[in-house]
């Protein structure tokens, strides 16, 4: 009998399709609450920015929870591995440079999800940026520093 790890079965039928829309989402080792400071948050958001820039992906709606980040983005170029691979290698340095530590900061694997074209994208949206509100984290969206979409 094969025996895959988690990270593994993540992987199983995962296809990378340029210009197709997904969510990705992926968990901090152990799921340690390292964005509750907010700062070290900002760091993981400005590598969305980056993989902006750089044409990999477009980014349409995202929030850095304490342990998780959810990112909603169309895929420009290149493989949804590729761009969670380097998002989580370049936010790892980043947030070990500014705090000296020397850790993994992201458990392996991440989830993603292909949406069709004619899902509500400002719903799903706004269901992303407010998972602060359903965690009780703040009282208002507008209390809460880690998250953007291009609708709100």
Same mark, same amino acid.
Do not use: C
């Given at each position: 009998?094969?025996?895959?790890?988690?990270?593994?079965?993540?992987?199983?039928?995962?296809?990378?399709?340029?210009?197709?829309?997904?969510?990705?989402?992926?968990?901090?080792?152990?799921? %340690?609450?390292? &964005?509750? #400071?907010? =700062? @070290?948050? +900002?760091?993981?958001?400005?590598?969305?920015?980056?993989?902006?820039?750089?044409?990999?992906?477009?980014?349409?709606?995202?929030?850095?929870?304490?342990?998780?980040?959810?990112?909603?983005?169309?895929?420009?170029?290149?493989?949804?591995?590729?761009?969670?691979?380097?998002?989580?290698?370049?936010?790892?340095?980043?947030?070990?440079?500014?705090?000296?530590?020397?850790?993994?900061?992201? %458990?392996?694997? &991440?989830? #993603?999800? =292909? @949406?069709? +074209?004619?899902?509500?994208?400002?719903?799903?949206?706004?269901?992303?940026?407010?998972?602060?509100?359903?965690?009780?984290?703040?009282?208002?969206?507008?209390?809460?520093?880690?998250?953007?979409?291009?609708?709100?």
């Amino acid at each position: 009998m094969l025996n895959l790890s988690a990270s593994n079965r993540l992987r199983i039928g995962r296809y990378s399709e340029h210009n197709r829309i997904y969510l990705l989402t992926t968990n901090t080792a152990g799921r %340690q609450p390292v &964005f509750s #400071d907010f =700062a @070290l948050g +900002r760091l993981v958001a400005s590598q969305f920015s980056v993989a902006e820039e750089m044409g990999i992906a477009s980014t349409l709606a995202w929030v850095v929870m304490p342990d998780h980040f959810h990112w909603l983005i169309e895929l420009k170029r290149g493989s949804l591995g590729e761009l969670m691979q380097r998002t989580k290698s370049l936010s790892t340095k980043a947030v070990n440079l500014s705090t000296g530590r020397q850790a993994s900061l992201w %458990q392996s694997g &991440f989830h #993603d999800r =292909a @949406l069709r +074209r004619e899902e509500d994208l400002v719903k799903l949206a706004r269901y992303i940026v407010a998972n602060p509100l359903r965690a009780g984290l703040v009282k208002k969206l507008g209390d809460y520093p880690l998250w953007d979409a291009i609708w709100v």
